[in-house]
């Protein structure tokens, strides 16, 4: 990539080519690149045809489950007489996360692109773009996109004149983590409060506005115009590991590392080289101490964990965590765990939308007992009480954002355990020498 | 967990603090070309109830936040209940359900960017506008400053928001030209 700094020669740069280029935003840039041919290719195909190849390619969804593209798309029937819609999930929220940024602000045609192609392949005349509203800048990128696309006819009743119709439009969320989760998204697009619903039905089968509905990252819809440009085979090639794991990934850098940004490298790709050559390592003096690889819901990895980790869907899920967003948090040896996480658990109750029992008060009590800890006011009783809150918050609430909060809790206490057990400790050894003095 | 609880994470309650006593006439929104603007977005969806959110950012646009009166005039053009768009603007953090500040600051302190150093940025933004604590406004009222969760673009630790304006790699060091910048 291009943006905040050069392109690593170890990259694969396929989504983030054109990363820093600024006239790659505008419709012409956009099209001298090479933009809109993928589009004209699918509008000539059958949509199943376009189905099949990204189901061929072993695409899977970047936002964070990794469910095979095609199939989610095949899961949609032509001819049921109702209307389909495309969302694009665009909410990009969880912390360690901004891939999906860095694509709408430098390629946002590329954007309209892939949820055209997306549309018209599970028989859709309309997407929508969910925005969060926390992205003003992503946001004006995508609007001028696609008022561009309109007025060159690329979108509207006859797109790319082939009378077909494909509306995209952008829509602006408002604040709210939890919209990101498909169904709280497809509620919020409705007017509705940004509660998730209990699944089934599903998307496909009754989704926005009660048809069905396919949910598609951003990274997703993107990647599907260069499978369909290069082919399937193309695709599947770019594979270091797992044959389940193909193409290029944007991995998103932050936290203590020396050159945080967003990287695009094929799956499978070493975790060790990749943190200490791609992202610069850590800074001077500091050593590494923990990674959260796929954004604050994946559990945290030790380095040792991290060190022997290949960075595709298997590989992260062999060494004690999940690829999840690709969003990367790296954690040096001068932070405190139980800071980190306690700051984790913060963000979680405060996202809770608090429609389950088990989220709304786990997430709170969570955070009231990290921060005691973090305090010096913790005892060993605490640990035992977190680890019970979190196994009743994992997997029984309508979504997973209260096994999102218990989930660095979980791994947190496991791996490192000696940093609250200081704490708290530490705290004792306080009282007793008070006590004698 | 309240607002205060959590560092002040919703918009400030301005109506202690503008001592006028009253309440001045609502000036309706949806008129000439936002009616029109709001037309548009209504060819959008197939239901009226979807063009909530946008009609809400409408109405935060043009009078500063979204009040009561603002939600039942959104609530009769979309055939919605005043309650029911109450229900809707409470839910999410955008919608300012009072007056802020002219420059309204949120700083994002979640963990990626907590352990680069957001919590500096957060007290030097306090001590320079003079608002001392979050969420309170400066004794001018020009500046709140409240922290807000992940912004979504932790590799550029610290990212603020100034009203709608989105600000990158903010260090304790660039407090005071950011806010000089301001008029």
């Not at chain 1, 996360?97 to 045609?109: G, L, Y």
């Not at chain 1, 944007?250 to 940004?261: A, D, E, I, K």
């Not at chain 2, 709608?164 to 060091?173: A, G, K, N, Y």
């Amino acid at each position: 990539m291009g943006y905040p700094h050069a392109s690593h020669q170890r990259e694969t740069a396929v989504l983030s080519q054109y990363f820093g280029d600024t006239e790659a935003r505008t419709l012409d840039g956009w099209k001298k690149r090479g933009g809109y041919q993928a589009l004209e290719k699918a509008l000539a195909m059958a949509p199943a045809d376009i189905v099949n190849v990204v189901k061929e390619s072993g695409l899977r969804g970047r936002g964070g489950a990794g469910f095979p593209t095609g199939m989610k798309w095949s899961f949609m029937k032509p001819g049921d007489g109702k209307p389909h819609y495309l969302c694009c999930n665009a909410d990009e929220s969880e912390p360690g996360t901004f891939k999906d940024r860095e694509i709408m602000r430098w390629t946002p045609h590329a954007l309209v692109e892939g949820c055209a192609i997306g549309a018209y392949a599970i028989g859709a005349e309309t997407a929508y773009i969910y925005i969060r509203g926390e992205f003003t800048e992503p946001l004006l990128w995508m609007e001028r996109a696609v008022q561009e696309a309109y007025a060159a006819g690329i979108l509207g009743p006859n797109a790319m004149g082939t009378g077909k119709r494909i509306d995209v439009h952008v829509h602006k969320g408002a604040g709210a983590y939890i919209c990101g989760e498909e169904t709280a998204l497809m509620n919020s697009l409705e007017g509705r409060r940004g509660n998730p619903r209990i699944k089934p039905p599903f998307p496909a089968v009754s989704g926005v506005f009660g048809s069905p509905t396919t949910i598609n990252n951003v990274e997703t819809l993107v990647a599907v115009c260069p499978i369909l440009m290069k082919g399937a085979e193309w695709y599947k090639s770019m594979c270091l590991s797992n044959p389940k794991s193909t193409g290029t990934k944007l991995f998103s850098v932050c936290g203590n590392v020396r050159n945080p940004g967003t990287f695009e490298v094929v799956m499978g790709f070493p975790f060790k080289d990749f943190l200490y050559d791609l992202c610069g390592g850590p800074a001077t003096g500091r050593k590494f101490k923990a990674v959260i690889p796929g954004g604050a819901s994946v559990p945290i990895q030790t380095m040792e964990e991290a060190d022997a980790t290949l960075m595709d869907y298997e590989g992260f899920v062999a060494q004690g965590s999940m690829l999840g967003s690709g969003g990367v948090i790296v954690i040096d040896d001068a932070q405190s765990m139980v800071r980190v996480i306690a700051r984790l658990a913060r963000f979680f109750a405060h996202e809770s939308c608090a429609q389950c029992t088990q989220c709304r008060e786990g997430t709170a009590w969570t955070t009231k007992i990290l921060e005691r800890i973090r305090d010096g006011q913790g005892t060993m009783e605490d640990l035992d009480t977190l680890m019970s809150i979190a196994y009743n918050m994992t997997g029984t609430t309508i979504c997973v954002l209260s096994d999102s909060c218990a989930t660095p809790v979980i791994s947190g206490i496991k791996k490192f355990g000696h940093e609250f057990e200081a704490l708290i400790h530490g705290k004792r050894i306080h009282s007793v020498m008070a006590a004698v003095a | 967990m309240s607002a205060k609880s959590m560092g002040g994470l919703e918009s400030p309650d301005m109506t202690a603090h503008d001592g006028s006593g009253h309440e001045t006439a609502y000036t309706p929104v949806f008129f000439g070309e936002t009616r029109k603007e709001l037309d548009t977005l209504l060819s959008r969806y197939p239901t009226k109830m979807a063009a909530l959110l946008p009609a809400l950012w409408i109405v935060q646009r043009v009078h500063g936040w979204v009040s009561e009166d603002g939600m039942a005039e959104v609530a009769e053009l979309l055939e919605l209940t005043p309650a029911y768009v109450k229900g809707v603007v409470t839910f999410y953090t955008m919608y300012h359900q009072h007056p802020v500040p002219k420059y309204f600051i949120q700083v994002c302190t979640t963990a990626p960017c907590g352990i680069c150093g957001a919590d500096e940025v957060v007290k030097a933004f306090l001590q320079q506008t003079r608002t001392g604590e979050l969420g309170v406004p400066s004794p001018d009222n020009k500046y709140a400053v409240i922290e807000v969760e992940c912004l979504g673009a932790c590799g550029f630790a610290t990212p603020i928001m100034i009203n709608e304006e989105f600000v990158e790699s903010v260090t304790p060091d660039k407090v005071s030209t950011i806010l000089a910048r301001l008029p």
